[in-house]
């Protein structure tokens, strides 16, 4: 999947050996660096021949109208997309007025790193200029974890032969409105073409200008954004460090800033240029304000020292690294993919504080930086179990919305809160509401998510006072949304119709599995925290009940709602049905879909997908993990067994999960192969479309695919549970867990589990069935009699041959084809042969 000539192994770094342009798209993703407010792609700082030259602050962004070419009512109506920051990455090197430029230059001991020990990029290489000299140049950049606001940028410049003039251009820049360094244009990708995961762009101005200066060294831009009214400021500082004579010449414009620096270079005397860059952003208040904390950021900085700065970048990765790192010992190339997953969650997380964890992080444009229910289901796991504080931070996201999903939920005719599918302000931006608004299990994610923090943490404080209302509002919604049903025994049933699952290959569906699964889960949580917030804190519940107007009734409506939940099932194949009608479709053949036409979404027409029983990601199955107490071994099984085939994986989302059913139903050699899709879905860029940025859903997917798959941690009912799977060539697997305030260390072998703690209190654990404790200091070891059942192989669409439905006809599977009449072939001739789809 990757050229390890070019990528070679190392545990903790990225390495990159050689530069090409055509894959800059990807690099730029694979080394950029954030902190999960700020995000600088990894463009190089000569800032031409980039993908997207991307500076990214999550939460950033500009409104438009919603253009349908049918109008109804409800339909979203302002669509919100990441603004490109003004970038400060420019740090142009010149040699005898020459520039190094990566397209022409001979550059000779090139060598880029991404250091996931102390979070910074590193770039080094020997540039021999058309004269002959020899000019060794060394780059460094990194986003501050500590400081929020600060990034630090360096380069040196030796000219190693002999003497020459040497220029360090540093600049600012607004790329959003198309100011370049001199005329650049970026790349195009190596997939042109239609693809709706990509973020829309802007003909008008985005970025009004405000205040602009320049002040010695010191280079300031500020802005307000056309239509959503959000404020940026941006200051650039410069310390200059060489024995070498030099000067320093400046220019400011509305959209650029140049701070220059013209060095009379002597053979073998260094220069070093250090820019620090502060970004404030606000949705409102004036940019002079913004750029007055861009100075005091600046100015803290420096007084601290740049030296400082990196020591206090390794000392806080030294701490995420105590608490986050998974070690597979003697697999150094997936210790070094898991490591970069795990690194980019922290980046896209870590310091995102009162806002969401974007889909792409603040790596890329890719999803408009918007915020989905994969923050809650796929990050928060792994934020909630090392790191809770960043968990809470985005829950606390959630719960600021509030004002706008109920206003959403109303105007969809619904009760409560409705959490928008896509989103950065809160307000649906979702154009096509059959893949967006319609998954209302967004609602019953949030609140899982939700339940899952309280589990791993005990924070009942922030449950009764902020959480209780989440619970509240979005189990309301599904006693409305849902309706009841008598059959002719007078048994009573509650279904959800008109909705849409995770799979976004099957939308607009009745009782779909998936959603009622996790309504259920929704409805009990609620009526659950309402009761016992009523008997532990009276107090609370009394300003609870007063805040949303809660009427006693409504926590037994909403356990009477959840006990007659309708949970499709299949008798006659023994399986889960998706939905209502999803075996009445026809069965679409994986198998024998060409691989030029995958994936679907981009070659086929919605209408065509929606068809047939084909999956983009996991949806039963994901079900069957999230809520896998209420469903038994053998129905686990079989569902598996009906769905992988199935599941097209086109949705980066899907492998994860099908890792963790894997291995827990006994495909572990399976479950393997969708781990290592996984882990290298963006380094091996198997999507194509890396270049976009991090898939950061499936980075914590990565986190919880070896903790809940291979280690076969599960926390149902809020009790911590093992059931390890080792891959059969692993011989250990560790990782850290946060439980209640306890630091736990587990550590799996093929004959052995051991947990050892560190805290306060002691911790209750299970391993298939039996019931342990360790307490703080200790080391509890259980044997292990094995690593689960083993199922060789994979599932087969050819396992449906000759099996019937409900009805009794048969299930068959097929690829959509047309066969068209006249088609013309290559001379102009007429041809009767079938041309496929």
Request: charged share 25%; proline share 5%.
């Amino acid at each position: 999947m990757i050229d390890r000539d070019r990528f070679p192994v190392d545990p903790w770094r990225l390495v990159e050996k050689e530069f090409a342009l055509s894959e800059a798209g990807v690099t730029e993703t694979l080394f950029a660096v954030g902190n999960g407010y700020l995000g600088l792609r990894g463009n190089m700082p000569e800032g031409r021949h980039a993908h997207e030259h991307g500076t990214f602050i999550n939460g950033f962004h500009e409104t438009f109208p919603i253009r349908h070419a049918e109008q109804a009512y409800g339909f979203a109506e302002v669509g919100q997309t990441i603004i490109n920051a003004p970038d400060a990455k420019i740090m142009r090197v010149y040699v005898d007025d020459e520039p190094l430029s990566f397209d022409v230059a001979d550059v000779r001991d090139y060598e880029r790193t991404l250091d996931m020990r102390d979070g910074v990029l590193r770039r080094g290489l020997t540039w021999a200029t058309p004269s002959g000299k020899e000019v060794r140049i060394d780059f460094e950049r990194m986003v501050s974890f500590e400081e929020k606001h600060l990034a630090i940028m360096r380069v040196d410049v030796t000219v190693l032969n002999a003497d020459a003039p040497v220029t360090i251009n540093c600049q600012l820049i607004n790329r959003q409105d198309g100011e370049d360094v001199y005329g650049g244009s970026p790349l195009p990708s190596r997939k042109a073409g239609f693809d709706p995961r990509k973020t829309e762009k802007f003909q008008e101005r985005v970025l009004q200008p405000q205040e602009y200066w320049q002040d010695e060294l010191r280079s300031a831009l500020s802005y307000r954004v056309t239509e959503s009214g959000m404020t940026l400021g941006v200051v650039a500082d410069h310390v200059i460090e060489t024995a070498n004579e030099y000067s320093a010449r400046r220019l400011i414009e509305a959209d650029i800033a140049k701070n220059v620096f013209r060095v009379q270079a002597k053979a073998g005397v260094p220069i070093r240029v250090t820019k620090l860059v502060s970004y404030h952003t606000s949705r409102g208040v004036p940019a002079r304000e913004l750029v007055d904390r861009c100075r005091r950021t600046l100015d803290r900085a420096l007084m601290v020292g740049v030296d400082a700065l990196f020591r206090q970048q390794r000392l806080w990765l030294d701490g995420f690294w105590e608490r986050s790192d998974v070690r597979i010992a003697g697999h150094d190339a997936l210790q070094q993919a898991t490591r970069w997953c795990l690194f980019q969650l922290a980046q896209a997380a870590s310091r995102a504080d009162g806002q969401g964890v974007p889909a792409k992080g603040v790596s890329g444009s890719g999803y408009s930086g918007h915020y989905f229910w994969d923050t809650e289901i796929y990050v928060l796991p792994f934020l909630m179990y090392t790191t809770p504080q960043w968990a809470k931070n985005a829950l606390r996201m959630r719960y600021l919305m509030l004002p706008a999903a109920r206003r959403r939920a109303f105007q969809l005719n619904e009760a409560g809160a409705l959490f928008p599918w896509r989103t950065i302000n809160g307000e649906e931006a979702s154009a096509y509401y059959a893949a967006g608004t319609a998954q209302y299990h967004i609602n019953a994610d949030v609140s899982f998510a939700l339940a899952k923090y309280v589990r791993a943490t005990g924070d009942v404080e922030f449950l009764y006072r902020e959480g209780i209302d989440i619970a509240v509002e979005t189990a309301r919604l599904w006693t409305t949304l849902g309706f009841w049903r008598t059959s002719d025994d007078e048994v009573e049933s509650f279904h959800i119709h008109g909705v849409t699952g995770p799979d976004e290959y099957t939308t607009v569906v009745n009782d779909n599995l998936f959603t009622n699964v996790m309504a259920r889960f929704n409805l009990r949580f609620a009526a659950r925290v309402a009761r016992l917030m009523a008997d532990d804190d009276p107090e609370a519940y009394r300003m609870m009940v007063d805040r949303l107007a809660l009427d006693p009734e409504e926590p037994e409506a909403w356990e009477r709602a959840a006990e007659a939940m309708h949970i499709p099932y299949s008798a006659a194949l023994g399986i889960h049905p998706q939905d209502a009608v999803f075996l009445e479709r026809e069965i679409w053949d994986l198998e024998h879909t060409p691989a030029d036409k995958r994936p679907l979404l981009l070659h086929f027409h919605p209408l065509v997908i929606y068809r047939y029983q084909v999956l983009k990601q996991a949806d039963v199955v994901l079900a069957l993990f999230l809520q896998g107490n209420h469903f038994t071994a053998d129905e686990k099984l079989a569902d598996f067994e009906y769905y992988d085939p199935l599941t097209t994986g086109d949705s980066t989302l899907s492998s994860v999960v099908q890792a963790i059913l894997a291995a827990e139903v006994g495909y572990q050699d399976l479950a393997l192969e969708y781990f290592l899709q996984s882990a290298f879905v963006d380094l091996g860029d198997l999507h194509h479309n890396a270049a976009d940025g991090v898939h950061v859903a499936s980075a914590g997917g990565v986190w919880t695919a070896l903790t809940s798959g291979f280690g076969g941690m599960r926390d149902h009912f809020g009790k911590l549970t093992f059931d390890p799977r080792l891959p059969a060539a692993w011989d250990e697997l560790a990782f850290a867990l946060q439980w209640h305030g306890t630091h736990l260390d587990i550590e799996i072998t093929r004959s052995e589990l051991r947990v050892s703690a560190k805290g306060d209190r002691p911790v209750e654990f299970g391993v298939r069935g039996d019931a342990f404790v360790v307490a703080p200091g200790d080391t509890v070891s259980v044997p292990l009699a094995d690593q689960g059942p083993v199922i060789p192989g994979r599932p087969t669409i050819r396992q449906l041959e000759d099996v019937r439905r409900e009805d009794g006809t048969l299930l068959s599977a097929s690829v959509p084809a047309v066969t068209s009449a006249i088609p013309i072939i290559g001379d102009g001739q007429l041809s009767d042969e079938p041309v496929d789809a």
